[in-house]
């Protein structure tokens, strides 16, 4: 049986580490990734947006804990490369969505995997991929 596959962007990140109401809905996609019944995939870019936020709301000794965190998941950190940029780029070219959301659904897209998201952008790719929303 092949496992599911998620795409997660910024949204389930942060709701978790700032215990949103989403933060449970994240926790049962992680426990499902740490019992092999899912895959969960997110770009480095994302990564990236999570950081920054992290950092700018609570501060740098914040995010290196929610760092340490993060690496411990069972979550595949997706590199990037000039191919993915360029679909990220096309993306956003035709899409009204930020930049880092399109990385987050170009590799929903290359994975054929839902996009897992809570941000109100992502309404507007739905025919583009298939979003899993937490909320």
């Not at 389930?12 to 996609?29: I, K, T």
């Not at 950190?77 to 956003?92: F, Q």
């Not at 790719?125 to 937490?134: A, F, I, N, T």
Request: glycine content about 4%.
């Amino acid at each position: 049986m092949k496992k599911q596959r998620y795409v997660l962007d910024s949204y389930p990140l942060l709701a978790y580490f700032q215990d949103e109401p989403a933060a449970d809905r994240v926790e049962q996609l992680l426990q499902a990734a740490r019992g092999e019944q899912a895959s969960l995939y997110l770009s480095l870019i994302n990564l990236g947006e999570v950081a920054y936020i992290i950092e700018r709301r609570h501060g740098q000794a914040r995010w290196r804990a929610v760092q340490t965190l993060v690496d411990r998941w069972p979550v595949q950190v997706a590199s990037i490369d000039r191919e993915r940029v360029l679909n990220a780029a096309h993306l956003k070219a035709y899409q009204p969505v930020s930049y880092a959301n399109a990385f987050a659904v170009a590799l929903a897209q290359e994975l054929d995997a839902p996009l897992v998201t809570g941000d109100s952008d992502c309404h507007k790719v739905e025919g583009l991929v298939q979003v899993l929303w937490l909320s």
